[in-house]
């Protein structure tokens, strides 16, 4: 699998987000969230199309950048700014995001590797622990 430029990313998000939205949040892959965030750096608000799991009211989104050696964009601003907005669905709410400490990062990880197992491939390609981030309704 090729690694996609920053340019690449934006472009290919962009597209995802306008699909979901213009579908009223309904695409073939059910388990996508908009993750918007607001910028560590710019202050900017940034949306993410991201997979997620979802246990009762909280919300799981991995931090994976398909296995690169740097965390995500949107997992700094997450660090920097955790009040952030969801959409599932044509459901939209405020929330706030923490990251996972282990063992709970390892159970939602290995929870989300039996639904999509490439995030295993994820894991072995890096040397970096991926972060899980749990995002509850504010």
């Given at each position: 699998m090729t690694m996609l430029s920053d340019a690449e990313w934006l472009e290919r998000n962009a597209k995802v987000i306008d699909e979901f939205r213009a579908n009223g949040g309904r695409l073939?892959?059910?388990?996508?969230?908009?993750?918007?965030?607001?910028?560590?750096?710019?202050?900017?608000?940034?949306?993410?199309?991201?997979?997620?799991?979802?246990?009762?009211?909280?919300?799981?989104?991995i931090a994976s950048?398909?296995?690169?050696?740097?965390?995500p964009a949107w997992y700094h601003n997450v660090v920097a700014h955790p009040e952030v907005t969801l959409e599932i669905g044509a459901e939209r709410w405020d929330a706030r995001?923490?990251?996972?400490?282990?063992?709970?990062r390892e159970?939602?990880?290995?929870?989300?590797?039996?639904?999509?197992?490439?995030?295993?491939?994820?894991?072995?390609?890096?040397?970096r622990t991926i972060p899980v981030v749990a995002i509850e309704r504010a």
């Open positions: 073939e892959r059910q388990d996508l969230v908009l993750l918007t965030t607001t910028g560590a750096k710019s202050g900017r608000q940034v949306t993410s199309p991201l997979l997620y799991l979802r246990e009762g009211d909280t919300v799981y989104v950048k398909q296995g690169s050696a740097s965390h995001a923490r990251v996972l400490g282990d063992p709970e159970r939602i990880y290995a929870a989300q590797v039996a639904r999509y197992p490439f995030f295993a491939d994820y894991q072995q390609k890096t040397a």
